[in-house]
C-alpha cells in the first residue's frame, strides 16, 4: 500500500512541510528509514537522524525548531507519537480488513452463529453454541470451547484457547498462546494430607478495548467471574488467578502473578515481575515498580509502592540510600563502641 503526504496527513490531521504528492509504502525507523518508508520523531535525542535520514515522510511535533534543512517531507502534529500510533493502527486496520472467509480445514459447529466479514484460518476449533460478532479475527490453531461470546472487532492470535461459557467485549486482541477461562487454582486439603479439588464453575468476562499479550493465563472463577475490565492491557507471559477483578485502563507488565480474588483498581500501573497476595484490594491509580510484592491492600488512590513487602515509594527509596551506608555505619559503630571501653578502661 502506498500513500502520499497529503493522505497521510489527512488521516493524522497534521500540516504538510515540504512535497505533498511524495510517497511512502512502509514504515522505519528515523536512523534507518530509506526513501520510500515513512517515519517519525518524537524523542529528541533522535534529531540528528532527521538531518540525514533519506526516509521520504517523517512525522514530527509541531513545537520542533528546525537547525537545518531535512530532505523529508515533514508532517507537523501537536504530538507525533500518538500520531504515529493512530496511522500504525489504520494501516494494521487496513491489512485485516483484507482477511475474510472461512479456510478449510477448519470446525464450526452447526449450532454455533458467526457474524459478518469474520475470518477463521485453516485448523480453527469452533464449539457448540458459540456466538462470534462482525469482522472478527480467528487465526489457525485458536479453540474457542462451548457457549463463548466474542463480540464485534475482535482478533484471536494463533493458538489462543478460549474456555466453555467465557464472554470477550468488543474490539479486543488477544495474542498467540494465551489462555482464557482455564481452572482456577483451587484444593481443599484432606485429613490424610491430600487435596481434593474444588470444582471451577464460573468463567471469565474480558471487556471491551482489553488487549492481552503471548502466553497469559487468565484463571476462570470459582463461582461467578474473573473480570478484566475494560481498556485494560496485559502484556505477555501474566497469570491472571480466579475470581481476580482487574479494573479499566490498568496496565501489567509481563511476568506479574495476580492471585485470586485480588481487586484491582481504575488506571493502575503494575510493573514486571509484581506478585500479590489474594484477596487484596489495590486502590485506582496506584502504581507498582516492578519485582514488588504487595502482601495487603492498598487503600489511599495514585500513590506509588516498591519492594516486598511493598511499601511507599518514597519510603523505599530512603531504606535503599541507607542500606548503602550500613557498612560505613557499622564501621563507625565498632569504633564508637571500642572507644567507649577505652573510656570506661581508663575510669578504673
Do not use: W
Not at 43 to 54: D, S
Not at 67 to 85: E, G, M, S
Not at 216 to 236: E, M
Not at 262 to 268: E, L, R, S, T, Y
Amino acid at each position: 500500500m502506498q500513500f502520499t503526504a497529503a493522505q497521510i496527513a489527512l488521516m493524522i490531521e497534521g500540516n504538510i512541510e515540504g512535497n505533498p504528492t511524495v510517497t511512502a509504502s512502509a514504515f522505519g525507523k528515523i536512523e534507518e528509514a530509506t526513501q520510500g518508508q515513512l517515519s517519525f520523531l518524537a524523542n529528541p535525542k533522535y534529531e540528528a537522524y532527521l538531518y540525514t535520514t533519506t526516509a521520504s515522510i517523517v512525522i514530527v511535533n509541531e513545537s520542533l525548531v528546525l537547525k537545518q534543512a531535512t530532505q523529508a517531507t515533514l508532517i507537523r502534529v501537536p504530538d507525533a507519537y500518538n500520531a504515529f500510533a493512530k496511522l500504525l493502527t489504520k494501516y494494521q486496520e487496513i491489512q485485516s480488513q483484507q482477511l475474510v472467509g472461512i479456510q478449510e480445514p477448519s470446525f464450526i459447529a452447526a449450532s454455533s452463529k458467526l457474524g459478518e466479514a469474520i475470518f477463521v484460518a485453516a485448523f480453527a476449533y469452533i464449539g457448540e453454541n458459540v456466538t462470534i460478532g462482525n469482522h472478527v479475527k480467528i487465526h489457525s490453531g485458536v479453540v474457542i470451547g462451548e457457549a463463548v461470546k466474542i463480540g464485534n472487532g475482535v482478533v484471536l492470535h494463533a493458538g489462543v484457547k478460549i474456555y466453555a461459557d467465557c464472554i470477550i467485549g468488543n474490539n479486543v486482541i488477544i495474542h498467540a498462546g494465551t489462555i482464557i477461562g482455564s481452572d482456577g487454582f483451587g484444593f481443599a486439603p484432606q485429613a490424610d494430607g491430600s487435596y481434593h479439588k474444588i470444582p471451577q464453575i464460573g468463567n471469565v468476562i474480558i471487556e471491551d478495548d482489553v488487549e492481552i499479550g503471548a502466553n497469559t493465563t487468565i484463571d476462570r472463577a470459582t463461582i461467578g467471574s474473573t473480570f478484566i475490565r475494560k481498556g485494560a492491557k496485559l502484556d505477555n507471559l501474566i497469570q491472571i488467578a480466579h475470581n481476580v477483578d482487574i479494573g479499566s485502563n490498568s496496565v501489567i507488565a509481563a511476568q506479574a502473578g495476580i492471585s485470586g480474588s485480588a481487586k484491582i483498581g481504575v488506571g493502575v500501573m503494575i510493573g514486571g515481575q509484581v506478585g500479590t497476595a489474594g484477596h487484596i484490594s489495590i486502590a485506582d491509580g496506584s502504581k507498582i515498580a516492578g519485582q514488588a510484592g504487595v502482601t495487603k491492600s492498598i487503600l489511599t488512590p495514585n500513590r506509588s509502592f516498591n519492594g516486598t513487602p511493598a511499601i511507599d515509594f518514597s519510603s523505599s527509596l530512603r531504606i535503599q540510600i541507607l542500606s548503602r551506608r550500613l557498612p560505613e555505619m557499622e564501621k563507625r559503630l565498632l569504633e564508637m563502641e571500642k572507644r567507649m571501653q577505652e573510656l570506661l578502661a581508663d575510669k578504673r
